[in-house]
């Protein structure tokens, strides 16, 4: 028995007569109240899945009666209580799934009779006192994840026993003691989770007997003594997290024989010595992280050979010497942190980051954040006296010119969303006479004939129950015309419509956009161009705007994870299509939720588009700072120039604002400093509102989006994929996750790990 719809309430213990049953699955149904101890009547049952409900109480007891049953996931749930040993019976089950519950207690022993698990799943339980050492027996065991939990004492030196391992997280703990010897005997191993413990001790140089290694994470322990050269063995290895120990020694010169290394962190310790020059043969290295050291020597100049290099952090080190000029070939890198050393000489021209931004005023390069700072013996960078108002705004760093007015936009945008409220609310049917001069649907021949005495009569003179919105560039009205249509006027915030030449400008400019055609853009249909008043004539959306609908919590539910990846898809390919389809290409210059309508389907349609180059018609691209504040790409504070690049950004914001279901402007200042993100899960930030996904398809196009998401937010516009590229991802076939949603941290998307590919392990729901 499968369901996959929406229950909404709880389960009848009448169930427990389908006395043949073999499968029951009820995952995401929206399920309430306790597991009914009927249910351990089903006793031919093999598979029983409650995951992603709301299900509260305890385990009853009777589900220890089930001993047919294989595979059991009650995870994502509000279950409480502690893990019944009654679940010592079902000797005949593969896979055990409680994580995301309220449980609490500690593992109880008789765990260790479930001599054919391969899978135990205990993540974020509330767990506590010490890992059982009966957890061992578990021979068959191949994943086990106990982390984010509140486990005391020692890893048990039993682990060895456990040969077919192949990921062992045990993650956020309060673990101490020594990382056992016997840890080296796990062959299989292809993930090691360790960090955020108090783990001491060594790491055990017999780590570089797991041939299979490819993510080692032994970050924010108590760690001490020197990196094992044997660590060196681990050819497999993509990802290496040692940061935040204490562990001394200089860094092995043989690093350079793990070829398939992609992210290496080695910050906080107390390594000496000098950066190896064989760092330079790991061709695959896109994030460096040796900060907060005490290294020495100079900066290899050989690192420009890192060409996939994207993050660079040799911060508060002791390295001297002047900076090579050979940085200036890692076209990719975003982020670069060479502060607080004793580095000498001049700057070299690092034009391809995101730290210099070219002012097309003056040539100057300005540089945000300084990446150098604290180095008193290098030649200041000099550059010229700003002598206009544009120049002198550029002085102020972008995060403020961006957030500061963050409150005034929600605010905007709230205002919005009550008076598109109040009108459902007071949605009263106006009868409109017909006109006598101009059939009224001849908008919707595009000739942009709509007499205005007819607009005033359908919005009754733009009355207040009318409005729907309201945007920087003007307010929205809902209009029903007489002849049955449904459209949206635009009342434009303009003054220009009595100068002729504005006139001219702005009906070729409609002309130009009223013949776009594309599935996910909003049809302008036409104008109305009245002495001192203009209106767009647009194609009604039922449901409005994107930005009001994830603050509603109906809508926001019913968006769920494929409505919203689907939203995004829709978001891009309209982007796309005006960038790269369009002659001459169309610039949005203002993306933003507030932009994105959705209609009753939920389905996405960009609008506005070209709305700031028509009320602009006489200025070039290099004009006003244009857009929503908290959508705006870092660049525009420096260069004014609005480019194709500026939407890419926008989109980025856009794309995470809709997984997380709010604007991420926290996020947004995390980026200057990617190390803050080390810890933080991609689980952390997705909208709590919605379950989290059990389809493995659907966690594996999250991870996707949330990716193209992040690299569309690179500071450096250059590095930025274009739409085009990002649609062209979205058609690609995605690669396998190598890790289960849950750990999959957003430097990771950051830094595009999760493109790894590899078999996907994970227990499932």
Request: one cysteine or more; aromatic letters at 8%.
């Amino acid at each position: 028995m499968s369901y996959n719809g929406n229950i909404n309430g709880s389960i009848p213990p009448q169930l427990g007569n389908l006395k043949n049953l073999v499968t029951l699955n009820l995952r995401q149904c929206g399920i309430v109240g306790p597991i009914p101890s009927a249910l351990g009547q089903l006793i031919n049952l093999q598979s029983l899945i409650l995951s992603g409900n709301q299900i509260n109480g305890s385990i009853p007891l009777e589900i220890g009666y089930l001993r047919n049953l294989t595979y059991l996931s009650l995870s994502n749930n509000r279950i409480v209580g502690p893990i019944p040993s009654a679940l010592g019976q079902l000797t005949s089950l593969q896979s055990l799934i409680l994580w995301g519950n309220q449980i609490n207690g500690s593992i109880p022993l008789e765990i260790g009779y479930l001599r054919n698990l391969t899978c135990l799943d205990l993540y974020n339980s509330r767990l506590v006192d010490s890992i059982p050492i009966t957890l061992y027996q578990l021979t068959n065991l191949e994943i086990l994840y106990l982390d984010n939990n509140q486990l005391q004492g020692s890893i048990p030196s039993c682990v060895g026993s456990l040969s077919k391992m192949q990921y062992l997280s045990l993650d956020s703990n309060l673990l101490k003691g020594p990382i056992p010897q016997e840890i080296c005997n796990l062959a299989n191993l292809t993930s090691l989770y360790l960090s955020q413990n108090k783990l001491t001790g060594s790491i055990p140089s017999c780590i570089g007997s797991l041939s299979k290694m490819q993510y080692l994470r032994l970050d924010s322990n108590l760690l001490k003594g020197p990196i094992p050269q044997e660590i060196c063995n681990l050819a497999n290895l993509t990802s290496l997290y040692l940061s935040q120990n204490k562990l001394t020694g200089s860094i092995p010169s043989c690093i350079g024989s793990l070829s398939k290394m992609q992210y290496s962190s080695l910050t906080s310790n107390l390594l000496k010595g000098p950066i190896p020059q064989e760092i330079c043969d790991l061709a695959n290295l896109t994030s460096l992280y040796l900060s907060q050291n005490k290294l020495t020597g100079s900066i290899p100049s050989c690192i420009g050979s890192l060409s996939k290099l994207q993050y660079l952090s040799l911060a508060s080190n002791l390295l001297k010497g002047s900076i090579p000029k050979e940085i200036g070939k890692l076209f990719d890198l975003s982020n670069l942190n060479l502060s607080f050393n004793q580095l000498s000489g001049p700057i070299p021209i690092l034009s391809a980051t995101h730290l210099y931004i070219v002012d097309a005023g003056n040539g100057c390069q300005k540089i945000f954040p300084d990446p150098f700072e604290g180095n008193s013996d290098l030649s200041p960078y000099m550059c010229p006296t700003p002598v206009t108002k544009k120049a002198n705004s550029s002085r102020i760093p972008y995060h403020f010119k961006i957030f500061l007015p963050i409150a005034i936009f929600f605010t905007i945008s709230i205002l919005g969303c009550l008076l598109f409220s109040r009108f459902k609310l007071k949605n009263n049917h106006v009868n409109v006479q017909p006109t006598k001069n101009v059939d009224l649907c001849s908008i919707w021949n595009y000739d942009g004939k709509i007499a205005y005495e007819d607009i005033v009569a359908a919005t009754e003179d733009f009355d207040f129950r009318y409005c729907i919105g309201v945007g920087g560039y003007g307010s929205v009205y809902k209009a029903e015309l007489s002849c049955g249509k449904v459209v949206a006027l635009k009342k434009l915030h303009h003054l220009e419509a009595e100068n002729p030449t504005f006139d001219r400008s702005f009906r070729n400019e409609i002309k130009f956009l009223s013949e776009i055609r594309h599935r996910n853009i909003v049809k302008l249909h036409g104008f109305c161009l009245h002495r001192r008043s203009m209106f767009l004539i647009y194609e009604y959306m039922e449901k409005g705007s994107l930005f009001c609908n994830l603050r509603d919590e109906v809508n926001a539910v019913e968006m769920d994870w494929t409505k919203r990846v689907e939203i995004i898809k829709g978001i891009a390919h309209a982007l796309s299509y005006l960038h790269h389809d369009c002659c001459p290409p169309i610039v949005h210059r203002d993306m933003s939720s507030n932009n994105v309508l959705l209609n009753s389907s939920f389905e996405a349609f960009v609008a506005d588009f070209g709305t700031a180059r028509m009320l602009d018609l006489d200025s070039s691209y290099q004009t006003i700072i244009v857009g929503t504040c908290g959508y705006v790409a870092p660049e525009l504070a420096y260069t004014m120039i609005v480019t194709e690049k500026c939407d890419v950004y926008s989109f980025g914001v856009v794309a995470l604002e809709i997984l997380m279901g709010k604007h991420p402007e926290e996020m947004l200042s995390w980026l200057s400093s990617p190390t803050s993100l080390v810890n933080m899960k991609l689980i952390d930030v997705l909208d709590n509102r919605l379950p989290l996904p059990t389809s493995q398809l659907v966690t594996q196009n999250l991870v996707h989006v949330a990716t193209l998401a992040f690299a569309c937010l690179n500071p450096q516009p250059k590095s930025r994929p274009t739409m085009k590229e990002v649609c062209e991802e979205f058609l690609s076939r995605h690669t396998s996750l190598g890790i289960p949603l849950r750990m999959i941290s957003l430097l990771q998307l950051m830094n595009r790990e999760m493109h790894i590919g590899g078999k996907t392990k994970t227990c499932g729901v």
